[in-house]
């Protein structure tokens, strides 16, 4: 099992930026995606973004040119750079991982409020 712990999460005015970070443990495979997911009041969870352990990323168009996603597979820490924040982006911030054998993982979430 791969136990996630999200930080960085907060309150921001429109404009600004927050940086998320997820740190995996436990047993985690090489070969393995992990990314954020988000879920506001009332709605569906939502990708935002993805990166595989080989550094290739996937993400919403909602966030592209906004939200970079990063990761150092030393310390099993996937990062998420959120700029130019707008009010929409505020949800809860979910840490995701996923192996080659079908494990998979969340974090508890991180909430992002986007408000003046």
């Known amino acids: 099992q791969v136990q996630l712990v999200e930080s960085g999460g907060g309150l921001v005015q429109p404009g600004g930026s927050l940086r998320l970070s997820c740190a995996a443990s436990?047993?985690?495979?090489?070969?393995?995606?992990m990314g954020w997911y988000r879920q506001a009041p009332g709605e569906q969870r939502e990708l935002v973004a993805t990166i595989t352990h080989r550094g290739t990323t996937n993400s919403a168009d909602s966030v592209k040119g906004r939200f970079t996603i990063s990761r150092d597979n030393a310390k099993n820490t996937v990062y998420l750079q959120m700029n130019s924040l707008k009010p929409e982006d505020t949800a809860r911030y979910y840490c995701w991982y996923s192996d080659a054998l079908g494990g998979a993982s969340w974090g508890q979430g991180t909430q992002v409020t986007v408000s003046s």
């Open positions: 436990g047993s985690i495979l090489r070969a393995n995606v």
